[in-house]
């Protein structure tokens, strides 16, 4: 069965860190662009990072650029988003979705909400004054 599981949210203080994970099973991460995106209250969801093992491939959104970092540890199907120097306005609900990089819907990692092929559950990130 295919599925993904985000996880690693809480709640911090600004200025502190969080790592979230998102782990695969059902299929393997080498041919999907893992991406995450975040939903924050009364806003609309919005890409925040991606990576592409097999196309050697980043993505970041300008309001994370020099905070945030994605890896992925394909031994473990799992990939990484580390959350640094958190601000108040990171609170939202993360998600982590899946594109497949043989689909004729995918345009590369780019923050871009169309075309994922799975979708995880969200898990909370809470960042305080």
């Known amino acids: 069965d295919v599925q993904l599981q985000a996880s690693g949210g809480g709640s911090v203080q600004a200025g502190g860190s969080l790592r979230l994970s998102c782990a695969a099973s059902?299929?393997?991460?080498?041919?999907?662009?893992i991406n995450w995106f975040r939903q924050a209250p009364g806003k609309e969801r919005e890409g925040v990072s991606c990576?592409?093992?097999?196309?050697?491939?980043?993505y970041y959104a300008d309001f994370v650029k020099g905070r945030f970092t994605i890896s992925s540890d394909n031994a473990k199907n799992t990939v990484y988003l580390q959350m640094n120097s958190l601000k108040p306005e990171d609170t939202a609900v993360y998600y982590c979705a899946a594109d497949f990089v043989y689909s004729s819907n995918y345009y590369g990692c780019q923050g871009s909400l169309y075309g994922m092929d799975y979708w995880g559950k969200g898990t909370l990130v809470t960042v305080s004054s």
């Open positions: 059902g299929f393997t991460i080498d041919d999907y662009a």
């Open positions: 990576i592409s093992s097999s196309e050697d491939s980043t």
